[in-house]
């Protein structure tokens, strides 16, 4: 739940499990030593934000 606080350790794959997303929703994973955030964030945040829409207009 995005409410719950840092939305960045909401799973896409399990929203994907749960059929929220779809697979081919899902980006390319990064390949990288060291996590940026901002990059993981501005990546994450447009599908959150598609899944917290459908749950407000009841599809979930």
Do not use: M, W
């Amino acid at each position: 739940d995005a409410n719950c606080g840092n939305t960045l350790l909401i799973s896409l794959e399990e929203l994907v499990e749960d059929g929220l997303l779809e697979k081919h929703e899902l980006p390319k994973p990064i390949d990288a030593e060291r996590v940026n955030f901002s990059v993981v964030a501005d990546l994450k945040d447009p599908l959150l934000t598609k899944v917290r829409q459908l749950k407000s207009y009841g599809y979930f």
